[in-house]
Nanobody, 124 residues
Framework: QLQLVESGGGLVQPGGSLRLSCTAS????????IGWFRQAPGKEREGVSC??????RHSESNKGRFTITRDNAEKTVFLQMANLTPEDTAVYYC???????????????????WGQGTQVTVSS
């Protein structure tokens, strides 16, 4: 059974950094695209970044601040976030799909499996 587990969230000051992890089990990570999403209170879930075998995509709001990488041997995808602002406060989710990352990576309906999320709070 395919399972995704996020970790690494927490409280960080504005301007700080945080690294989130998405650990996969029950499938071969290299065969899937993994997307990171976030959802702030009262807002829709939005795509953050996506990584597949050869392709990486980022949303415009975090391009240059966030880096997404994967370690297939460890079955983990990382989201390194830098220069965080209070607007980055949200629950962060990872999700998996067979389709490689593309310009539609932010569409939640294209992902089949989701983790439970990890809270990121940016506050002084």
């Amino acid at each position: 059974q395919l399972q995704l587990v996020e970790s690494g969230g927490g409280l960080v000051q504005p301007g700080g950094s945080l690294r989130l992890s998405c650990t996969a089990s029950g499938f071969t990570l290299g065969d899937y695209a993994i997307g990171w999403f976030r959802q702030a209170p009262g807002k829709e879930r939005e795509g953050v970044s996506c990584i597949s075998r050869w392709i990486i995509r980022h949303s415009e709001s975090n391009k240059g601040r966030f880096t997404i990488t994967r370690d297939n041997a460890e079955k983990t995808v990382f989201l390194q976030m830098a220069n965080l602002t209070p607007e980055d406060t949200a629950v962060y989710y990872c999700a998996a799909r067979r389709e490689p990352c593309s310009d539609n990576f932010h569409e939640t309906a294209t992902y089949n499996d989701w983790g439970q999320g990890t809270q990121v709070t940016v506050s002084s």
